[in-house]
């Protein structure tokens, strides 16, 4: 499925960093995919931090804004 914007929401937002977290009828692997939320890169920020939940799971990821692109990727 396509990013969702109804399905994305600010659990907390403090100095500058947001906890997001997105629920979604797709998998894991589609919402992780690079560029899945390129679409709101404006109110993402790089050290971000979102809770993800799939159909098939649930996770938590990074997030990393670099030219205009969102990735999702391991917490460091």
Known sequence: MAFQNKNLSVIAYANGFTLWHYKE???LAT???SGYFSSVKTL???GDIILIN???GAT???IT???GVVT???LS
Request: net charge neutral; no cysteine; proline share 0%.
């Open 60 to 62: 938590i990821k990074a």
């Open 65 to 67: 804004v670099s030219e």
């Open 54 to 56: 799939g159909s098939n």
């Open 25 to 27: 009828s797709a998998t």
């Open 72 to 74: 999702v990727g391991a």
């Open 44 to 46: 993402m920020n790089t």
């Open 31 to 33: 919402i992780t995919a």
